[in-house]
């Protein structure tokens, strides 16, 4: 006989509709431990069906917010996985806290309380923080850092019954478990772009006039030709290379950003006759090689054996579309081409013998660029955090808004690559704030040794500024 089926449909509605008025009453014992409110853990109902309800909060509450902060949201399973190892944590820590506690029943109840207050932070940091203004966001994620120390310090306390030193070693464990969550953001959602409407540019004839194997033949060619007129570096000089690559042939902006900052190089920084850039666009298909993975390996070993590998600098620009999987999207239609990572970089750079660096990179999500090629001969800006995107990709435009920022107006032999650095991360984030975007919270990563090296760059650049620079 099913028990469950003998039961009045009546009280199982009771019974749902008592489980969410528990569950509310819970989520606003949440609110009051957030302000510190005395005696709030006594008053939490715990209970395996509450335990579940919290997370399935939780799990919506990110699911629906995390949709509406992205712009043409995709649906991804990656929150799932944050969700699950932030559990996980939980479980551990839960599980130290029962043992240290007389008697050891206290799991469930640390679970409860845990999930009653989770969904509010996660609210705070996405709807608070990013939009704090700049001269107040590293002491307003300060005070949001300290605050969740303090909370759950607060939570882990009572239940220990006012153990100051096993509440200490308790939420320690808690930040090691939180660690590897610190910068992932939950997430369900990534964004997409629509390559429908960039290729509704184009008509059947301008893709079909494209001879795919003429232009794999061509490369040879068209790279000999960019890169036979790279001129050495100068014994005793810091000299300045650049590579561009302008890797998304869906919108001409990649393009125009491609050649606007080779030319400020070439012109304002000393780059002429050092320079050279790879493209993916049907206007340059013939004339210029094309922004692959092969070509930017090829076109990195020839630029090292032309630098002074202990005193040249090269600069590496990147501008495409970026993915939540952290790749550079590499798209030359109707030609199949490899999309491009950061280890990818990486080792061409260590194969090519290029130890000093400065690498760009204009896209969505490109911080997370930054670990995979950080050391201490490296500068690496990019225009994104790892879980943010980046705006400007349209092909009516000259520069994204991380390109224009760096290189629109720029001064030759007065520049100061950091402080110019620096300031153009503050102009992208006035003017996202000004048209009420989501911060992109560009990453800045420079080098111990790096710091020293570009200070001997913008001494040489503004010692040898005639030859260099021209008209100076």
Known sequence: ????????????????????????????????????????????????????????????????????ITPNPVFGLFGLGYIGVELLGVLLVGFVLAKLCEPQDHLLQFLTATYCVLPFFYLFSITVIPFLPDAYFDAGYMVYTLWILSVSFYVVLQLLNWQKIKAILVVMLWVCASYPLTNVSLSFWHEDFDYSEALAAYNDDDLSFVNQEQVYYNQYQLLNNALNVIEPGVEGITDLFFIGFGADSSQDVFMKEINNVQNVMNLNLGAAGRSVALINNLKTIDTTPLASSTNLRIALNHIGSKINPEEDIVLLYLT????????????????????????????????????????????????????????????????????????????????????????????GKSYQFIDGFNQAIERIKQREISENLIPSNSQLFVGNLMREKLELLEHDMARYAPERFGSF
């Not at 005696?39 to 909060?57: E, K, P």
């Not at 050391?375 to 690496?380: A, K, M």
Request: glycine share 6%; aromatic share 14%.
């Open 320 to 411: 495409s579309h970026g993915s939540f999987d952290h790749e550079l999207s590499v798209n030359m239609w109707p030609l199949e081409l490899n999309d491009i990572g950061p280890e990818d970089i990486r080792a061409y750079l260590d194969d090519a013998g290029i130890q000093w660096r400065i690498i760009l990179v204009s896209a969505c999500y490109s911080g997370a660029f930054i670990d995979a090629l950080k050391n201490e001969t490296s500068l690496i800006l990019t225009a994104a955090a790892s879980d943010r995107a980046s705006f400007g990709c349209s092909s009516e435009n000259e520069f994204t808004y991380f390109g224009e920022a760096l290189f629109k107006n720029v001064e």
């Open 1 to 68: 006989m099913d028990l469950y089926a003998s039961i009045p449909k009546e009280l199982k509605q009771s019974g749902a509709v008592k489980e969410l008025q528990v569950l509310f009453r819970n989520l606003y014992c949440g609110l009051r431990l957030l302000a510190f409110r005395r005696n709030i853990i006594s008053q939490i109902t715990a209970s395996y069906d509450q335990f579940i309800l919290l997370l399935g909060f939780y799990g919506i509450t990110a699911f629906i917010a995390s949709y509406v």
